[in-house]
């Protein structure tokens, strides 16, 4: 595991604070000019976040310098951006976004055609606004993620929010979130998974992943095999003009075989698809890519 991570993302409840009383009260284009001075605040004193960012814009996309060093300040103004539109769509402002949607009948068929199915993701873009702009396929999506660290930011949400899209399965210690799991599964729902962090002691395997190896949770892949049910890279990310452009691959199914070496083999060749993907994404949308510490082992 990165040693620097520790399941937590940026931010704080004071931020949401701010930002939901701006969002109320001056509307959207005043939080976006406050987030302008926070950005550059936090480029400039978070400094394990801007090592991470520095690192992944200079070695691993090969950005010059200055390039790299403006990138940080863009990254964590597109975070921020990102953040306010959630919360802004949670308050009742959905009507001001616009969506798009590429290869949409592949969740429209899990859906229609009752498979069920697990959507790998990572942290890029945004799953949890694009949860709420799903509308036209029907149905409930439940996104696992590291939730107990932001369970007080999550309540103060609850408090402004109109409707919710997404019910969240927070991740456990104690793995009762696959009791979870299991029952959306077994009814043939969907699960939005990350497949870019894992916890210490959890299987993992590893894969060349832009230029250089990096370890990933096989545990949505394996979940997918042992429920029987599809799997598909899906991702939606944030363009200009308050626009949201979601993608999604064609499903695939991932054998179980009883022999583990030969399961974990399966597992293994078919995860290179997700990666596959999750490159094509992050070249398209450098910006975000919202991993915010030692992914890779520096050089």
């Known amino acids: 595991m990165p040693e620097n991570w520790d399941g937590k993302t940026k931010g704080g409840l004071l931020g949401y604070k701010i930002f939901i009383f701006l969002l109320k009260n001056l509307g959207l284009n005043s939080a976006y000019f406050l987030l302008l001075f926070i950005s550059f605040w936090f480029a400039l004193f978070s400094k394990k976040a801007s090592k991470a960012q520095y690192y992944f814009f200079r070695k691993r996309l090969k950005y010059n310098f200055i390039k790299s060093i403006v990138y940080i300040y863009l990254n964590n103004y597109v975070f921020g951006m990102i953040l306010i539109d959630k919360i802004a769509i949670l308050s009742g402002l959905k009507k001001k976004f616009t969506t798009e949607h590429s290869n949409s009948e592949h969740i429209k068929n899990m859906i229609n055609n009752k498979t069920g199915g697990i959507l790998v993701n990572a942290h890029i873009g945004s799953w949890e606004v694009a949860g709420q702009l799903l509308d036209r396929y029907g149905g409930k ?22 409707e919710n899209k997404i019910e969240i399965i927070p991740l456990k210690e ?126």
Not at 144 to 157: C, P, Q, S
Not at 186 to 198: A, P, S, T
Request: glycine fraction near 6%; aromatic fraction near 16%; hydrophobic fraction near 35%.
């Open 141 to 162: 999506i439940y996104v696992v993620m590291f939730d107990e660290e932001h369970r007080k930011i999550k309540d103060y949400l609850s408090s402004v929010e109109e």
């Open 174 to 299: 104690d793995g009762s979130h696959m009791l979870k799991i299991t029952e959306v599964l077994n009814n043939k729902g969907i699960i939005v998974m990350h497949g870019d962090r894992y916890t210490e002691g959890v299987d993992t395997f590893e894969h060349d992943f832009l230029g250089k190896k990096a370890k990933f949770p096989s545990g949505p892949f394996h979940l997918a095999a042992k429920f029987g049910v599809p799997i598909s890279f899906a991702a939606a990310f944030r363009e200009r003009k308050k626009h949201y452009h979601f993608y999604a691959v064609k499903p695939i199914y991932i054998e179980y075989p009883g022999n583990i070496k030969k399961r974990k083999e399966e597992i293994y060749n078919k995860s290179k698809l997700y990666i596959k993907e999750l490159e094509k994404m992050i070249n398209k949308y450098p910006l975000q890519w919202f991993n915010y510490y030692n992914f890779w082992k520096e050089d």
